[in-house]
Each structure stands twice: as C-alpha cells, then as structure tokens.
C-alpha cells in the first residue's frame, strides 16, 4: 500500500483540544486556517481519555473532536493512543509495566512505558486499536493511522524472558545451534535447557550498562528479539485495524538514527514510513539529511513523512536551543527534498501543564498568531499552498549506495578489545559528509537491499557480513562499480562470530587485501597517511579537479594490511609500519573493491569518496560551495525537481547548470547564468527536459 494521498505537501501536526476547552478550539481552528494547515494528528496518548475503566469505552470527546477535525476540512492522521497505559491498568496488572536494565520492575509513571510481552498489553492495546477503526476507519477525514508512538527502549521481565526463549526456540531450532551460536563453552555457559536462558542485563551478562556484555550472541539476540517484540505490538494493532479497514495505510513514527530498534526489520510492515526530527542544535543539517535518506530508504525510496519536528525549541534537553529566523523553513524544505510528502509538527498548541509545557508549539500559551514563529509557519504554509502536488510522489534519483546495519552498529559498540571510540555513527557520517559535500544523491539502504541501480557502495564500518552480501557487493563490483569500505569490516558472521579466515572476512576478495594486526589509540594520536593516486583515471573526469596528492590525518583505529593483489592508494607515515597501505583499491571485474583501512579525517574520506565518484563520472553539484545543501526528486511525471538550501547566514551566488524554473517566483534560470539563495533561503528549480 501507498502513502497517504494528499493534495499538496501535508502540513499541520500533533494537536490536542482534548486538553482544551471549546472556545480554544475555535481560537485553534482561525489560526490553523492562517498557517494553511491541512493535517492533524489526533489522539496520540487519549488511551485515559477513551477507556477509563477496563469495561468502559467512551468515544464522546474523542467523537467531538474527530467531527469538529473534519468539519474543519483537515485531513486526519488518526493515532491509537497506545504510547502511553492508563493508571487503572496498571494498578490492576502490574505486569503491563516495565522491568529496567536494572532488574527494577517499575510503576506507573511516564510514558512508552508498557511490556511488549504483556498479555494483557497486548490484547488490550489491539482492543483499543479495534475499536478506532470500527468507529473512525471509514471517516474520510481519516488518511492514516499513526500506531502507538516512538517505540523504544527496553523490557526484562520474566515474561520478556519467556519471550526472548520462545524467539530463540523459532531461531535456532535446537539448543545445540544456540550453543553453537552464542559459543557457549566460552566461560561455562552452555545450556541444557532453554528455561536456563536469562535477558542480558545488568543483573547477568553486562557491566558498565548495555554496551558491555561477556557475550554479544546474547545481547545481539535480545536485542533483535526485543525489536521484534515491539514490532509484535504494532502488528497486534495494525491487524485489528486491518479487520474493518482495509485501505487506510498505517504508519508509527520513528526517530531516524535510533540505535535500540532495527528500523529495517519494521520497515515490510509499515505501509509508510515516518519519522520525528529533533536534531540537538543547528549545526546538525549533514545528520539530518542522512536520516532522511535512512527513513527513505526503509521503503525503497517511497516519499516519507515528517510526522514530527519543532516550530523552535524542544524541551527535553539540557539546553534547548531555538531555531533562528528562516531555519525552520529550510530544514521543513530540507525534509521535502530529501523525499518528504508531508512536513508536520509536534505541537500545534503548546500544553499547558507537564514536561512538555514550555516545547515548542506553532500556537503558545497566549494564543496568539502574532509571534515571529506562527508567522514563519503560516509563511511555509502559503509556499506548500502554492507548489501543490508539485513533488508529491517524486524519488531520489541516486547513482550511489550507502549501506546502513543496525546489526553492525549494534555488534562494533557493544564488542570489547577494539576501540570503544571508534562510534558507528561517525564514521558513516564521514563518509555521507563527503558525498553531502560532493552534492550527490544518496540512497541510505540496508544490506538487504537491491544494489544493481547503483554505481557506488559504500559500506562503512561493514562489521558483520550476512548472508549473500559479500556476493552482491562483488557483483556490484564485477559489473564496474565501486565498493568502498573501511576498518572493522567483514569481522563477523551473524552471530557476530569471528570469521576463520583473514581479515576482512568475506570481504577479500572483492578488497584484494589482508588485514594482519591493528592498532586502536586514543584521540590524541594521529598518524599521517598520505594519499596519491597513480591509477589509471587520476587525471579527473569532472571538475573540481581532485588533488593528485595530499596528507591526511588518521586516528583511534589503524589496520596493517598486506596486499592480496590490490594497489596501495594511501600509506602510512609514522610508526613502525609506516610505509605500509593504508587505503587500497583492487581491481575485480570490470570495477573496484576500495579499502580504507584507518580512521581518516574528513578531507581523507571526502577524496578518497571524490576519486571514486570521478572515476563514475556522478555530476557533483556545486561541491565546493560550503554550506550550501542540493537534492534532486523526480516526479511521477519525469519532471526533476532541483531543490538549492542555503544553510548560511549570508546570499550564496552559484552559476545555473541547467536551464529551468524557479518554482517560488516562476523566474527563468538560465544555465551559464548566476542565480543567488537568499541566507537561510530555498530555492527550487524545475529542470528543463
Ligand atoms: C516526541 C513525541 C512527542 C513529544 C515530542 C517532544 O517526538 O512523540 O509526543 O514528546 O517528542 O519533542
Ligand atoms: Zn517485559
């Protein structure tokens, strides 16, 4: 199923008059007729509100303001209101709470706060689902379905245990494939009986909280079941749904670079996806725009929704910053390019009472539409208002690949004897820095995903090799494109046991290399590696033309590598193998497996990413223009769409590349010619064909 249709770009987000009386509504409805929104989402925590007792259900409010939603004309993102269980429930069984890392079993308090494990969460949390959609299902103002909310953390009960038993029984089939995996004669831990079997936790197999364990099969494992689990209850809900509504797609919204939940194992069964945006500060557009491109990937480049990000400030930080003047518009048209049809926010109007009292809100406490943020969003709104469908429905045409694991971030955080500060998530931001830089398209996909569309790969911190992968990526390469991966690949199997084999695994042939020993060393240590490219295409295709040599620093970790056929690219230059590769390329098929083997700085990465993408002849857009972000969609129609941010405070000027018009003022861009981004500004220009 489809995304949601829409008329325009959806604009709107979280709303809650059920904290409100009447003549606010109104108040709500005159001003959302100001910003033009189109969309609310209802209902996110109303399970209180809709089921106070365990036989009572009343629909009288919620009824009230799903009509007065409609009458309003607004399309209706309807939740289950699961994300949080009423105090009745749990006061009446405990065990829909949770039990911590600690071994605590908790109360009632707080939020996403119930046992994926609970029977009683379970059939309930499904009832509740149930009968929203026998009520609402059909509505026409209902356009999607929002299940529970940011699913996350984790649970340790006992019935979790039987839980994460029974996954592991339809896992491993047999206690000895479970020995086997987990590699149990390693201290004593061979199990007879799967009843035997505990969650890792503080309380058996970690130290020093959930990255240390004495056992990553374990961890790993549970970690996979308690996803799983979770995607358990949304599956409960999303099939009671599906009984008397069949045609309204269901979503949940996630939260982009969200370490606990493998965001891929959900994605099959989310009919869209969608995200909430909460960067920590503005420094934060390169990591942004990966996670668009994360959330875009998890449905094979389908458009996704912004479900929620902040008019100005959120509040659960110690320092909430606010956005300046003209950010929020750019990072709504940053999501837009990136493949978002639809730019929501959380919240409508700020609540009055709670933690969230003083977040962010596109209406404050006074309720008034004269502030600068409600005039920045009504500002948006008339721009969604006038590009209409424009985009809607438009893919991300890119030429190159950035595989991402949640099993390999999971697996080289939590592994003792490497480095505990080498963090996946930097390094894979280095190495889609250099392709932001580079002003490529990117399709950020997990390793599961088709690579036959794409000319690059590129595979950093490529930890644990599953499946059929090392093949595929060798075809990409057989066919003439280009692999690239890093340090800390193809180490594992996928119970993260080591493979018995040189390093990288299955990995060395397409890298042509062996990996003898390495080195791990703290921040300060820098060893210089110096790049120089001799190889067949190193006068470049493209412009800007690439630096034939340069030296580089690299830190925290360092492979020694023997060539098995592949030519050095980069060397070491201190220590005692100094002189010694440090980025390899390898000629297999009609293309290249690329190696680099240390922690290279930025520059380091963004060459090594240039050289491979001149080698593809990928148009670079604008690749020396600092600050300034570029994305292409391309509509159902063929139209290409080319979105130009701004992310400086001051006028970027660039020279046009194609002909076209801006889309905003309908004014022509001629190629050859200058066009300038206002501060802050957007510019979209539709190419010529
Ligand atoms: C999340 C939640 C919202 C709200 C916001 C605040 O995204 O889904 O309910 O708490 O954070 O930033
Ligand atoms: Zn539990």
Same mark, same amino acid.
């Given at each position: 199923?489809?995304?949601?249709?829409?008329?325009?770009i959806?604009?709107g987000?979280?709303?809650?008059?059920?904290?409100?009386?009447?003549?606010?509504?109104?108040?709500?409805?005159?001003?959302?007729?100001?910003?033009?929104?189109?969309?609310?989402?209802?209902?996110v925590?109303d399970?209180?509100?809709?089921?106070?007792?365990?036989?009572?259900?009343?629909?009288?409010?919620?009824?009230?303001?799903?009509?007065?939603?409609?009458?309003?004309g607004?399309?209706i993102c309807?939740?289950?209101?699961?994300?949080?269980?009423p105090?009745w429930?749990?006061?009446?069984y405990?065990?829909?709470t949770?039990?911590?890392?600690?071994?605590r079993?908790?109360?009632?308090?707080?939020?996403? %706060?119930?046992?994926?494990?609970?029977?009683?969460?379970?059939r309930l949390?499904?009832?509740l689902?149930?009968?929203?959609a026998?009520?609402y299902?059909?509505?026409?103002?209902?356009?999607a379905?929002?299940?529970?909310n940011?699913?996350?953390?984790? =649970?340790?009960?006992e019935?979790?245990?039987a839980?994460?038993?029974?996954?592991?029984?339809?896992?491993?089939?047999?206690l000895?494939?479970? %020995?086997?995996?987990?590699?149990?004669?390693?201290w004593?831990?061979?199990f007879?009986?799967?009843?035997?079997?505990?969650?890792?936790?503080?309380?058996?197999?970690?130290?020093r909280?959930p990255d240390h364990?004495?056992?990553?099969?374990?961890?790993?494992?549970?970690r996979?079941?308690?996803?799983?689990a979770?995607l358990?209850?949304?599956?409960?809900?999303?099939?009671?749904?599906?009984?008397? =509504? #069949?045609?309204?797609?269901?979503?949940?919204n996630?939260m982009?670079?969200?370490?606990?939940?493998d965001?891929?194992?959900?994605?099959?069964?989310?009919?869209?996806?969608?995200?909430?945006?909460y960067? #920590?500060?503005?420094t934060a557009?390169?990591?942004?725009?990966?996670?668009?491109?994360?959330?875009?990937?998890?449905?094979?480049?389908?458009?996704?929704?912004?479900?929620?990000?902040?008019?100005?400030?959120?509040?659960?930080?110690?320092? %909430?910053?606010?956005?300046?003047p003209?950010?929020?518009?750019?990072?709504?048209?940053?999501?837009?390019?990136?493949?978002?049809?639809a730019?929501?926010?959380?919240?409508?109007?700020a609540?009055?009472?709670a =933690?969230?009292?003083?977040?962010?809100?596109?209406?404050?406490h006074a309720?008034?539409?004269?502030?600068?943020?409600f005039?920045?969003?009504?500002?948006?709104?008339?721009?969604?208002?006038?590009?209409?469908?424009t985009?809607?429905?438009?893919?991300?045409?890119?030429?190159?690949?950035l595989?991402?694991?949640?099993?390999?971030?999971?697996?080289?955080?939590?592994?003792d004897?490497?480095?505990?500060?080498v963090?996946?998530?930097?390094?894979?931001?280095?190495?889609y820095?250099?392709?932001?830089?580079?002003?490529?398209?990117?399709?950020?996909?997990p390793?599961?995903?088709?690579?036959?569309?794409?000319?690059?790969?590129?595979?950093?911190?490529?930890?644990?090799?599953?499946g059929?992968?090392?093949?595929?990526?060798?075809?990409?390469?057989?066919?003439?494109?280009?692999?690239?991966?890093?340090?800390?690949?193809?180490?594992?199997?996928e119970?993260?046991?080591?493979?018995l084999t040189?390093?990288?695994?299955p990995?060395?042939?397409?890298?042509g290399?062996?990996v003898?020993?390495?080195?791990?060393r703290? #921040?300060?240590?820098?060893?210089?590696?110096r790049?120089?490219?001799?190889?067949?295409?190193?006068?470049?295709q493209i412009e800007?033309e690439i630096e034939?040599?340069?030296?580089?620093?690299s830190?925290?970790?360092?492979?020694?590598?023997i060539?098995?056929?592949?030519?050095?690219?980069?060397?070491?230059?201190a220590?005692?193998?100094a002189?010694?590769?440090?980025?390899t390329?390898?000629?297999?098929?009609?293309?290249?497996?690329?190696?680099?083997?240390a922690?290279?700085?930025q520059?380091?990465?963004?060459?090594?990413?240039?050289?491979v993408?001149?080698?593809?002849g990928?148009?670079l857009?604008y690749?020396?223009?600092?600050d300034?972000?570029?994305?292409?969609?391309?509509?159902?129609?063929?139209?290409r769409?080319?979105?130009?941010l %701004?992310?400086r405070?001051?006028?970027?000027?660039?020279?046009?590349?194609?002909?076209?018009?801006?889309?905003?003022?309908?004014s022509?861009?001629?190629?050859?010619?200058?066009?300038?981004?206002?501060?802050?500004?957007?510019?979209?220009?539709?190419?010529?064909?």
């Amino acid at each position: 199923m489809s995304p949601p249709v829409t008329p325009k770009i959806a604009f709107g987000g979280d709303y809650n008059p059920e904290q409100w009386p009447d003549h606010v509504w109104d108040q709500d409805y005159r001003l959302f007729d100001a910003a033009r929104f189109d969309t609310v989402t209802l209902g996110v925590f109303d399970w209180a509100l809709i089921q106070p007792a365990l036989d009572v259900y009343d629909f009288t409010l919620l009824d009230r303001i799903v009509e007065r939603a409609a009458a309003e004309g607004r399309a209706i993102c309807l939740a289950t209101g699961t994300g949080a269980h009423p105090a009745w429930l749990a006061r009446a069984y405990p065990e829909v709470t949770r039990t911590d890392f600690e071994g605590r079993r908790h109360r009632f308090g707080q939020r996403h %706060n119930s046992c994926p494990s609970s029977p009683v969460f379970r059939r309930l949390s499904a009832e509740l689902a149930r009968r929203m959609a026998r009520r609402y299902g059909g509505h026409p103002a209902v356009i999607a379905w929002h299940i529970g909310n940011e699913y996350g953390g984790a =649970c340790y009960c006992e019935l979790c245990a039987a839980g994460f038993r029974q996954w592991l029984r339809e896992r491993y089939g047999s206690l000895e494939a479970l %020995n086997a995996a987990w590699y149990t004669t390693f201290w004593a831990h061979t199990f007879g009986d799967w009843d035997e079997i505990e969650p890792p936790s503080a309380l058996t197999e970690h130290w020093r909280g959930p990255d240390h364990t004495a056992f990553q099969g374990i961890t790993l494992d549970y970690r996979r079941f308690m996803s799983d689990a979770m995607l358990a209850n949304f599956r409960d809900e999303k099939a009671a749904i599906r009984e008397t =509504c #069949p045609d309204v797609p269901v979503t949940t919204n996630f939260m982009g670079l969200y370490q606990p939940i493998d965001y891929h194992r959900w994605a099959p069964h989310l009919d869209f996806a969608s995200w909430d945006n909460y960067p #920590p500060d503005d420094t934060a557009r390169v990591r942004m725009a990966l996670a668009h491109d994360l959330m875009r990937g998890l449905k094979d480049g389908q458009p996704f929704w912004v479900m929620e990000q902040t008019p100005s400030t959120t509040a659960s930080r110690d320092v %909430n910053p606010l956005k300046r003047p003209g950010v929020m518009r750019l990072w709504s048209w940053q999501a837009v390019a990136h493949g978002a049809d639809a730019v929501l926010f959380f919240q409508l109007r700020a609540s009055r009472g709670a =933690c969230e009292k003083y977040h962010g809100a596109v209406i404050g406490h006074a309720g008034r539409g004269d502030t600068r943020v409600f005039r920045e969003v009504a500002q948006l709104g008339a721009e969604f208002a006038r590009l209409g469908g424009t985009v809607l429905g438009a893919r991300t045409p890119a030429r190159v690949a950035l595989l991402f694991d949640w099993d390999s971030w999971w697996a080289v955080e939590m592994t003792d004897g490497l480095s505990r500060l080498v963090r996946y998530q930097q390094v894979v931001q280095a190495y889609y820095t250099a392709l932001w830089d580079a002003g490529v398209d990117v399709d950020v996909v997990p390793v599961t995903a088709g690579l036959d569309g794409y000319d690059v790969v590129v595979a950093p911190l490529l930890h644990m090799v599953k499946g059929d992968l090392a093949q595929r990526l060798e075809e990409v390469a057989a066919r003439g494109g280009s692999v690239v991966t890093t340090f800390l690949s193809g180490r594992v199997d996928e119970d993260d046991n080591a493979f018995l084999t040189d390093v990288p695994g299955p990995l060395g042939p397409l890298t042509g290399v062996r990996v003898d020993e390495w080195d791990a060393r703290g #921040p300060d240590f820098v060893n210089p590696v110096r790049l120089r490219d001799t190889g067949p295409d190193s006068g470049s295709q493209i412009e800007p033309e690439i630096e034939p040599e340069i030296e580089v620093e690299s830190r925290l970790f360092f492979e020694i590598v023997i060539p098995a056929g592949a030519e050095t690219v980069g060397t070491y230059t201190a220590d005692f193998y100094a002189g010694t590769p440090a980025v390899t390329r390898n000629a297999f098929g009609a293309g290249h497996g690329w190696y680099v083997a240390a922690g290279l700085d930025q520059r380091g990465v963004s060459w090594v990413v240039r050289r491979v993408l001149d080698h593809h002849g990928i148009e670079l857009r604008y690749p020396d223009v600092q600050d300034l972000e570029t994305a292409v969609r391309v509509t159902p129609a063929g139209d290409r769409i080319l979105f130009l941010l %701004n992310h400086r405070n001051e006028a970027i000027e660039v020279t046009a590349e194609r002909d076209g018009v801006e889309l905003f003022t309908k004014s022509r861009v001629r190629a050859g010619e200058p066009v300038k981004i206002e501060a802050c500004g957007v510019l979209l220009v539709q190419e010529d064909m």
